[in-house]
């Protein structure tokens, strides 16, 4: 086990991979943000209204946030239906969809350099025991 020898809190790395993670994606994703990515990766899943959205994206915009500006975004790009009460990725979308996860998972992977599949399954472990906790 590799002991943190520079002696700053979990809140500091947390803080710093989070942001890291935001930036990374925008350059990987080419203008779009993380939240796009995430209302991509929600209404992939089957149809979803924008309140639907917003509820399985909370803990990245808050109590109060929305993700209407990133929908709004999206079906300007004709990546996602518009005009209807639920959402749903278009043709095009779906194409595009396709061409980003590649990207997303090579920074997925560089992520992982130098971490045991164990090692971020017992991280996470830890985390989610460390919400539930607070």
């Keep these: 086990m590799t002991v943190p020898t520079d002696g700053r809190p979990i809140g500091f790395w947390l803080k710093l991979v989070d942001r890291l993670i935001d930036r990374r994606l925008e350059a990987s994703l080419g203008g779009l943000s993380r939240r796009h990515w995430q209302v991509l990766n929600v209404v992939r899943q089957g149809r979803a209204s924008q309140a ?9 915009i808050g109590s109060e946030g929305t993700t209407a500006q990133e ?14 009460a639920t959402l749903e990725l278009t043709e095009l979308g779906t ?3 396709a061409r980003l996860i590649e990207l997303v998972s090579a920074d997925r992977t560089t992520l992982m350099i130098g971490i045991a599949p164990q ?16």
């Design 52 to 60: 639907e959205i917003d509820a399985r994206v909370r803990p990245f």
């Design 71 to 84: 929908v709004a975004d999206l079906q300007q790009r004709s990546w996602l239906t518009s005009g209807t």
């Design 95 to 97: 194409n595009e969809f």
């Design 119 to 134: 090692e971020y399954a017992s991280t996470v472990s830890v985390l989610e025991r460390m919400a539930r906790n607070l």
